[in-house]
């Protein structure tokens, strides 16, 4: 049976300092040579994803904002788009409003992604636009009203705070519209004590992603590993043949894998890959032998 490898990103194939290592991209070129199918799922954009797995030849589409984006790895080109309702854009920036906050709305405008933001209220804030700034990433761009972008097909509002705040916003959102957006309430690992809240739309999930992507690339009767370390894996773990959680990740996805592995520090989901893939093709050596 043929095998496809899904991994999450940040805390799970990169290390703590949000880079993959010579190591691992070296031997993921290596096996991308040989055949392997690999890509990645995971919150962040397919600029970053680019920067990050330079000279990788990733045959597969990626799955960006947790799905809200499917696109081709080269050249950045979406092919599904799950964008939010205009009105429960506008429902759902209001409640942000009247909790205090300002969003960094991420979009798509027909030619290309961008990110607006207009105010940064937090020291939170301050970090996740400066990382952006000093990447020299495209998208973003400074709005006089936030409003103005909606006329974009919106993918994502990422709401930066204190815990309790933003989790109480959660709580708002997903009372008036649970059905119709998928929420993520997560610390960011980089900024300690500072908590994103992102807001998609409900098709934008990792889970429905790999399934299109199943769909789409004929891999209907292929083996789907996948590898994650936070909350926002649990529902691609559910639908993948084998879960593979790395040690640091949260406790609550572990509960969902079928193995737990090293850490992220340690090149455990690569050094991981490369013994299943090196133990599968000796598998099917000896069968075409016999």
Known sequence: MNTVYIS????????????????????????????????VASARSVFFMQTMLKGLNLRLPVIEFNGAFISDFDSGRHEIINSISPDVVESIYKLILEFGCVPFVSSFNGIEDCAYYKDVIND???????????????????????THSFSDLIVCLTVIGHAQQLLELQGAII???????????MENQYSPGWYWLTIHDCKATKDQAIQTMVENYGLEESEIVVFGDQIND???FKVADRAIAVANADAQLKSYATLVIGSN????VVKYIHQ??????????????R
């Open 276 to 289: 299943d893939w090196s133990n599968r093709c000796t598998v099917q050596l000896d069968c075409d032998i």
């Open 175 to 185: 009372e008036i519209h649970g059905t119709s957006v998928e929420t993520h309430l």
């Open 8 to 39: 999450d990103l940040d805390g799970t194939l990169l290390g703590n300092n949000a880079i993959l290592s010579s190591f691992s991209k070296k031997v993921l070129d290596q096996l991308l040579q040989q055949g392997l199918q690999f890509t």
């Open 234 to 236: 649990i529902k691609m």
């Open 124 to 146: 939170g804030m301050l970090w996740y636009l400066n990382d952006r700034l000093i990447s020299k990433d495209p998208r973003w761009r400074a709005i006089e009203d936030l």
């Open 265 to 268: 520090t340690e090149d455990s």
